[in-house]
């Protein structure tokens, strides 16, 4: 098992930039595939971008493909997002999650572990 723990959220500008990181629990953060979901008030949670253990393989979802970045330390139980030119409709609460399977996925019941969530407003 492993626990979550997301931080980083806060309020920003169109076009700025805000790092989001996501804290795991336990010496097995590294076994998991890890992802970045969202939710906006009045939506379903959506997809952002997944990584592999060894972060060797990416993928995002289309909205935000060229403008965010996941990345992970493992020797530091850490999962990062870097959200670069945000939009309004980046707003969000943002989550990560753990993956116990093999292949990146953007299912949300793929995932096993869930953190609390960070909120991001982008507002000018």
Known sequence: QVQLVESGGGLVQPGGSLRL??????RTFGSYIMGWFRQAPGN????VAAITRTGTNT???DSVKGRFAISRDNAKNTLYLQMNSLKLEDTAVY????DRGVTLSSRLGEYDYWGQGTQVTVSS
């Open 44 to 47: 379903t949670r959506e997809f």
């Open 95 to 98: 989550f990560c999650a753990a």
């Open 21 to 26: 990181s996501c804290a795991a629990s336990g």
């Open 59 to 61: 993928y995002y979802a």
